[in-house]
T-cell receptor
Framework: ETGVTQSPTHLIKTRGQQVTLRCSSQ?????VSWYQQALGQGPQFIFQ???????GRGNFPPRFSGLQFPNYSSELNVNALELDDSALYLC?????????????FGPGTRLLVL | AQSVTQPDIHITVSEGASLELRCNYS??????LFWYVQSPGQGLQLLLK??????LVQGIKGFEAEFKRSQSSFNLRKPSVHWSDAAEYFC???????????FGTGTQLKVEL
């Protein structure tokens, strides 16, 4: 059984650029959640996708957007990058959008915005 | 506002000593509660979770946690710490529908040999 994978592992961008991060969910999982983890902080919920539809969103501006594909992999897009967007971006997959389902996390993508 | 608080930013213990990491939550109802561990360069790994029932929950790697409603706490414990337990530990919770986890700010555990 393949776990959650993310790409790339590291990324450096400059302010104002756009970035796309990718996540492959664990086999059999149809739900992907994205989190932002700033240095020294706990992860903050960005949004969740369940069967290709957004299923909840945290307090992040619209320049953070996402997509889920028919194979349940997912992308996180961030436009007009700001210095504060520098963080570890984690995705987590689960077998449904339900509260009782355990979320399995990938290793993350570390984004640095200069 | 709903929140999860981990009062201890850093904790250092000697190998073989017991460990307790504190977690407090602020919610109107009893949330679902989790403890995750994050090692350097790794994603989050679930140690244990509490949904209902027995307030003492057993997890992986010899960890356990006790839910105390009267104290709004869900503290993580281990009787004897191993050097490999050095990592960052996050308490998390969610309430209501959906799958949004609210995390605490984490406790960095250092283990002295």
């Amino acid at each position: 059984e393949t776990g959650v994978t993310q790409s790339p592992t590291h990324l450096i961008k400059t302010r104002g650029q756009q970035v796309t991060l990718r996540c492959s969910s664990q086999s059999g999982h149809n739900t992907v959640s994205w989190y932002q983890q700033a240095l020294g902080q706990g992860p903050q919920f960005i949004f969740q996708y369940y069967r290709e539809e957004e299923n909840g969103r945290g307090n992040f501006p619209p320049r953070f957007s996402g997509l889920q594909f028919p194979n349940y992999s997912s992308e996180l897009n961030v436009n007009a990058l700001e210095l504060d967007d520098s963080a570890l971006y984690l995705c987590a997959s689960s077998s449904s959008g339900g509260a009782l389902e355990t979320q399995y996390f990938g290793p993350g993508t570390r984004l640095l915005v200069l | 506002a709903q929140s999860v608080t981990q009062p201890d930013i850093h904790i250092t213990v000697s190998e073989g000593a017991s460990l307790e990491l504190r977690c407090n939550y602020s919610y109107g109802a009893t949330p679902y509660l989790f403890w995750y561990v994050q090692s350097p360069g790794q994603g989050l790994q679930l140690l244990l979770k509490y949904f209902s029932g027995d307030t003492l929950v057993q997890g992986i790697k010899g960890f356990e946690a006790e839910f105390k409603r009267s104290q709004s706490s869900f503290n993580l414990r281990k009787p004897s710490v191993h050097w490999s337990d050095a990592a960052e530990y996050f308490c998390a919770a969610f309430t209501g529908g959906g799958n949004k986890l609210t995390f605490g700010t984490g406790t960095q555990l250092k283990v002295e040999l």
